[in-house]
């Protein structure tokens, strides 16, 4: 048999040394399976939970001794009574010694009455740490509550490794979040000289792309879907900034945008491209985030779908045996060219265009029997969701091939991976999970800030 023993030298601010044992850990002279060799995961768990045990009690311990001494004379405060306070770790929960000291006789305002503090318990503000609520949160954030807190569980001698302790913290942690972009938005600052603007005004103007995606709802819920509200927003030499909101229930929707602007050194008064889907609401988002100026642009590939839609009408009527008796030719032409004249931005030619190969459908309907009939109809009716999708975005289209060429955004592509990101992957209906409104949006305020790898990591804060 042989035996490890792992002690803990402790060394206090006076210099004072003082061992305890933690674990001993016993195996056979002779290893039969490979299961024997080294740690096995529950030892280094109990092994964990003690060390932090020790040092914690340790610490506390510490901490209110030095607290015992009165600040004013330098005596030893008499002790009233020992409380304990329980404290949540990543390493287990610890009850730690919270002692109440009569406030010493020099310091009471009268003689008699007696006061006591307890410095412990004044500086356990909260009943966990905050890198345990901060792992709780990453975890909930990334994978479902249930899945967290089994990792947890699995892993490490964090307790309560339980579903609903994670939801709470995500859920806490989400509201922190949310506040600190309400602040960063109230902090931002305004472009003082036109200059500046005009600067601004160009290269370095950030972009916020848009689009929303829809989550299932909880039963009970009015709807059975609501919408959630993704983003990011890009500017040369910053690091991309994701959002994301449902905006029933967020409590300042544009702060939250504003937050991320602010981020990118955004100043109120410089110019901001949003690039979205043809929804008006989502440029109005961003009109209220940051006053004007905004300048929307309708995003290239939803664009380019409906072209794709005419396309392939077009395809099918080309194929037809035999061929329309009213010819074709113009009118493919005119197809052909409209992709062509949409990425230059001559949206008004383009809808010309669209008016002449509606008028030929229109043609061969009247002249042609069933078969070309119902082609011709579906050609009519694509032109009008063109034309009427070009007309609804008039203000929103630009020349996209000057864009292009110049290596700038034209398409949400990279929105709509935000939506898989911080959306689909967490959300989506393959999990058959459903989801209030609020939840899903504290969630998504977790998760923005994981996957942003904004996420802090603050030291454990005892002593004030
Ligand atoms: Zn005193």
Known sequence: MMQWTVRLEVRTSAGEVKTTELVTISRPAVVSTLAEVGLALAETKALLAKLQASMLCGQVAEYAAQHRVCAACGILQPLKDRRTRRLQTLFGTVAVEAPRFKVCGCRRATPLAEVTVSPVCASLTARCTPELERVQAELGA???????????????PASPANQESVRTRTH??????????????????????DTAKVTAADASRPVVMLDGAYIRAVPGHQVRNFEAICGKVERVGHPTRRFALVRSVAE?????????????????GDAVTVISDGDPALPALVRSATGDPVQPILDWFHLSMRVHHVEQVMR????????????????????????????????????????????????????????????????????????????????????????YRAGKPISTSRAE???????????????????????????????????DGRFGHPAIQLAV
């Open 172 to 193: 806490a942690v989400a509201l922190r979040i949310e506040a600190a972009d309400r602040q960063a938005a109230a902090e931002v600052t305004a472009v003082r000289d």
């Open 417 to 451: 991976g935000t939506v898989n990101q911080l959306v689909s992957a967490r959300m989506n209906k393959r999990r058959q999970m459903r989801w209030s409104p609020r939840g899903a949006h504290r969630v998504l305020q977790v998760r923005a800030a994981v996957l």
């Open 316 to 403: 099918g009527l080309c194929a037809l045996e035999p061929p329309p008796l009213a010819p074709l030719d113009r009118a493919q032409i005119d197809v052909e060219r409209l992709r062509h004249l949409l990425w230059h931005g001559h949206h008004e030619k383009a809808c010309e265009a669209l008016g002449r190969i509606t008028s030929w459908a229109q043609d061969a309907i009247v002249l042609n029997i069933l078969v070309v009939d119902a082609k011709a109809k579906r050609l009519v009716a694509r032109c009008a969701e063109l034309r009427s999708y070009i007309e609804r975005n008039e203000g929103a289209l630009i020349d996209y091939g000057e864009r």
């Open 142 to 156: 990334r994978t479902s509550f249930w899945d967290a807190a089994r990792i947890l569980d699995t892993l490490l």
């Open 252 to 268: 300042q929707p544009h702060a939250l945008l504003r937050a991320a602007l602010h981020d990118q050194g955004w100043r109120e």
